[in-house]
């Protein structure tokens, strides 16, 4: 079975300010998705970035870019040019790439991110 | 476009009650998730639903059974709720080809006393 593990309870960063948010993961398998999923306090969890294992080069969404190294099996969250909006729980996934796999995400337990002004 | 939505938004049961909590996914996704997401922890994976049948199920008891419908809306049920079933129920909806994106509505509270 696959674990995720981010080992950042708590982080905080001041706006307009550059954080990274860590995340390890073990599996058996070759191919595979990660992702990181924001929620705020509405509680809905958003999509920020994906990334498929194949994929050498690391993701990039505006100002959310991810560091993937595939052999350490490290799926770090780079956020840039902090702004108090990005404040939220954030949590990382790992969804297998199995025929039956569908919707089936596992994650980590989550780091909460403050922004200070 | 209507996203993932699901009713009720809160609710409160009492212990041994019955509980069915509702999803409609994301119009034109045939594949429903539900997860469990304890407070200050992470959603755990309940059960998936693609063509009106379960696929995939966790680690969780018969206690919890779920249902989809024809127009791939779903249901979750829960049965002689226990306190530690006090949590955000989520649902997930997607198109069961690999690689497409997963939208999740903004849950249920289920509070068990």
């Known amino acids: 079975a696959q674990t995720v593990t981010q080992s950042q309870p708590e982080m905080s960063v001041q706006e307009a300010e550059t954080v990274t948010l860590s995340c390890t993961y073990d599996t058996s398998e070759s191919d595979y998705y990660l992702f990181w999923y924001k929620q705020p306090p509405s509680r809905q969890m958003i999509l920020v970035i994906r990334q498929e294992a194949y994929k050498q080069q690391n993701a990039t969404e505006n100002r959310f870019s991810v560091n993937f190294q595939k052999a350490a099996k490290s799926f770090s969250l780079k956020i840039s040019d902090s702004q108090l909006g990005d404040a939220a729980m954030y949590f990382c996934?790992?969804?297998?790439?199995?025929?039956?796999?569908?919707?089936?995400?596992?994650f980590g337990e989550g780091t909460q991110l403050t922004v200070n002004p | 476009d209507a996203g993932v939505t699901q009713s009720p938004t809160h609710l409160i049961k009492t212990r041994g009650q019955q509980v069915t909590l509702r999803c409609s996914p994301k119009?034109?996704?045939?594949?429903v998730s539900w997860y469990q997401q304890a407070l200050g922890q992470g959603p755990q994976f309940i059960f998936q639903?693609?063509?009106?049948?379960?696929?995939q199920r966790g680690n969780f008891p018969d206690r919890f059974s779920g249902h989809q419908f024809p127009n791939y809306s779903s249901e979750l049920n829960v049965n002689a709720l226990l306190l530690g079933d006090s949590a955000l129920y989520l649902c997930?909806?997607?198109?069961?080809?690999?690689?497409?994106?997963?939208?999740f509505g903004e849950g249920s509270w289920l509070t068990v006393v």
């Open positions: 996934a790992y969804r297998s790439q199995g025929e039956t796999s569908g919707s089936r995400l596992t």
């Open positions: 119009s034109g996704h045939d594949t």
């Open positions: 639903y693609y063509e009106e049948e379960e696929r």
């Open positions: 997930a909806s997607s198109l069961l080809a690999i690689g497409n994106t997963i939208y």
